[in-house]
């Protein structure tokens, strides 16, 4: 059974930077493809990163450049960088996974909940101003 567990959200002062990290057992990390997510009243869920089984990442436009996905197989966590916060970035951070079908390209990572079958808790952001 697939199990996710997110951590390191806190609330930190804009500009600074937070690292978020999602445990994850009862998988083999190459088999499934993985996102971060933000929940807000104001704007629901929606993908921040994603990464496929080969490696590859999105971004939306919102937080290219500011935000990073990875894997640590060390660790067997996800990952998500996350520096120069500004206050739009507060909220509640989920973890994602789903296995890859045999038919879909290991390229391929999607940042749409409904693409998704397993979540994490989520673990809470605030970006001051």
């Known amino acids: 059974q697939v199990q996710l567990v997110e951590s390191g959200g806190d609330s930190v002062q804009a500009g600074e930077s937070l690292r978020l990290s999602c445990a994850a057992s009862?998988?083999?990390?190459?088999?499934?493809?993985m996102a971060w997510f933000r929940q807000t009243p104001e704007k629901g869920r929606e993908g921040v990163a994603c990464?496929?089984?080969?490696?590859?990442?999105n971004y939306p436009d919102s937080v290219a450049g500011r935000f990073t996905i990875s894997y640590d197989n060390i660790e067997s966590a996800l990952k998500l960088q996350m520096n120069n916060l500004a206050p739009d970035d507060s909220g509640m951070y989920y973890c994602?996974?789903?296995?890859?079908?045999?038919?879909?390209?290991?390229?391929?990572?999607?940042?749409?909940?409904?693409?998704?079958?397993?979540w994490g808790q989520g673990t809470q952001v605030t970006v001051s101003s």
């Open positions: 994602a996974a789903r296995r890859r079908s045999p038919t879909t390209s290991s390229w391929f990572c999607s940042r749409s909940s409904s693409n998704f079958d397993t």
């Open positions: 009862g998988f083999t990390y190459r088999d499934y493809y």
């Open positions: 990464i496929a089984t080969d490696g590859s990442t």
